[in-house]
């Protein structure tokens, strides 16, 4: 139920809505601002469904026909915009304005509209819309939402209740992983490179974060005991992976430093290879931050170096200094 993972996600959010639906007291217009992936889009249909839900306990059931129907994009009295890379055109608006002008079809008789990427309203659809912002009827609501509040009309922000929507959190996003059958390792890493969980199982089984994953435990397991023998392995394995040289070394570098992080925070790991590489470090003479820039210099030299294998070399280059 995405209720639940919404009082987990962004408990704020939550609440308010909780307390708004509970005491009737809605705003007819909200404002939902957030980055991308901190489920802005997901709320705004709990919302409109708990406005109609046939068995709602404060927000919706989200099992009713009702519920499902509008998940499916098929309730006729709510209208959704979702344009991802156009500008929102003034005929598009229009439309919702005469669907809206008339009396609400199905028997809940609440109209509700999502206007998804709602800086992309063109300044005459923003216009347009003014009217119903000002002289909101009863049973209408609006629900707009942005990812830059920046380039959002300042009528619709005075006019709205805003919601803010904070980035989700990795423990958040290490538990999904979990459920989702991912190994410890890798969802601790996971839950640190990426910002939706639409990207965790990609990304769990994308072949250059795997090898990233064995190079960087190899080569730091031979990194705390013998230093020289490292390095020839990194550039042996490095140079014997041609085929997405640049997204392994990527990975590498990445987790290498998240390693880094980790050690400085006494991070304890499920994993056995990974706590043992922490204790290990721990015990040897580690000079995290040398080792720490010299990771950091080669990550940002990445998009720009012409030659993988090169970097790689700069990068030892730089760790036999430290
Ligand atoms: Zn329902």
Redesign the pocket.
């Given at each position: 139920m995405f209720r639940e993972i919404l009082e987990t996600t962004q408990p704020v959010v939550y609440q308010t809505l909780k307390n708004a639906l509970e005491s009737e007291h809605l705003s007819h217009c909200y404002l939902f601002v957030g980055d991308k992936g901190t489920h802005k889009l997901e709320t705004s249909y709990l919302l409109a469904?708990s406005l109609v839900?046939?068995?709602?306990d404060v927000f919706?059931?989200?099992?009713?026909a009702?519920?499902r129907r509008m998940k499916e994009n098929n309730y006729v009295d709510l209208i959704c915009i979702d344009e991802e890379d156009k500008n929102i055109k003034v005929e598009l608006i229009e439309n919702l304005q005469q669907r809206f002008d008339k009396t609400a079809l199905e028997k809940a008789g609440k109209k509700i509209f999502i206007i998804n990427n709602c800086e992309k309203l063109t300044t005459k659809a923003a216009n347009s819309l003014l009217k119903f912002i000002e002289e909101p009827s009863k049973n209408t609501t609006g629900i707009f939402i942005t990812t830059q509040v920046d380039g959002v009309l300042p009528t619709i922000v005075s006019r709205s209740q805003t919601l803010n929507f904070k980035p989700l959190n990795k423990e958040y996003f290490f538990k999904f992983a979990l459920e989702k059958n991912i190994d410890s390792l890798s969802a601790h890493l996971i839950s640190a490179f990426v910002s939706r969980e639409i990207d965790i199982v990609p990304l769990s089984k994308n072949k250059s974060f795997t090898k990233g994953i064995e190079i960087f435990c190899e080569f730091m397991q031979k990194f705390l005991i013998d230093r020289k023998d490292s390095y020839f392995y990194l550039q042996n394995s490095i140079a014997n992976n041609k085929k997405n040289q640049r997204d392994i070394i990527k990975f590498f570098l990445d987790i290498s430093l998240l390693f880094i992080q980790d050690y400085l925070n006494d991070f304890e790991s499920e994993d056995d290879t990974y706590s043992n590489l922490l204790k290990l470090a721990k015990k040897s003479n580690f000079n995290h931050s040398g080792i720490m820039n010299a990771f950091i210099d080669s990550r940002t030299s990445l998009n720009k170096a012409a030659n993988g294998l090169l970097l790689i070399d700069q990068l030892i280059y730089k760790l036999l200094e430290v």
């Open positions: 469904q839900c046939e068995n709602k919706a059931c989200e099992k009713c009702s519920c």
